[in-house]
Nanobody, 115 residues
């Protein structure tokens, strides 16, 4: 059974930092492209950052220079370090694992940035 369990969300003031974690089980983690997506109320889910199995990272323009995606294959965990947070970063953040036609999602973790 595949599980992606996010943690680390919460309430933070603008300019602050949070680190999200996503612990994966039931998959060969090192083979998957791991990603973070977010969905704000009334908006579509959007890509935040991805990291391939060979650790190539890709970022949405709106987080470049502020967010960093990291993976630890030994711990089957992917992280999202979020710095210089803005109120518009408020959303539910979802972990994603993709390998060819296999696509898994976590349950999401709420991030709220107050002004």
């Amino acid at each position: 059974q595949v599980q992606l369990v996010e943690s680390g969300g919460g309430l933070v003031q603008a300019g602050g930092s949070l680190r999200l974690s996503c612990a994966a089980s039931g998959i060969i983690f090192s083979m998957y492209t791991m990603g973070w997506y977010r969905q704000a109320p009334g908006k579509q889910r959007e890509l935040v950052a991805t990291m391939t199995s060979d650790s190539s990272a890709n970022y949405a323009d709106f987080v470049k220079g502020r967010f960093t995606i990291l993976r630890d294959n030994a711990k089957n965990t992917v992280y999202l370090q979020m710095n210089s947070l803005k109120p518009e970063d408020t959303a539910v953040y979802y972990c994603n694992a993709v390998l060819k036609w296999l696509n898994y999602w976590g349950q999401g973790t709420q991030v709220t940035v107050s002004s």
